[in-house]
């Protein structure tokens, strides 16, 4: 598996044979983004999300606004490629 995390991440499945197919998706900034459309939500980088998630890591369950966007965005990402 390849994955480039850029304006999009792309996930890349490679075998013996070569390129096998794979998925694209919103980056992380344009996912966080999307957010800022919500009322009274606020915008986030992804190096909030970054540092954010070593730290949270190990609770999946959000406790605040802050904490529901941040690991909604990680674990989407986490989810789709672990089940690849």
Same mark, same amino acid.
């Given at each position: 598996m390849l994955i480039d995390a850029g304006t999009f991440i792309t996930i890349d499945i490679i075998s013996s044979n070569g390129l096998e197919g794979g998925l694209v998706l919103p980056g992380f900034n344009l996912m966080l983004k999307t957010y &800022? %459309?919500? /009322?009274l939500l606020n915008d986030f980088t992804v190096d909030e999300l970054? $540092?954010?998630?070593?730290?949270?890591? %190990? %609770?999946? *369950? =959000? /406790? $605040?606004?802050?904490? =529901? *966007?941040?690991?909604?965005?990680? &674990?989407?990402? $986490?989810?789709? *490629? $672990?089940?690849?």
């Open positions: &800022q %459309d919500g /009322h970054t $540092s954010f998630m070593e730290l949270k890591e %190990d %609770d999946p *369950i =959000a /406790h $605040s606004t802050k904490e =529901a *966007i941040l690991k909604g965005v990680y &674990q989407m990402v $986490s989810s789709t *490629i $672990s089940r690849l």
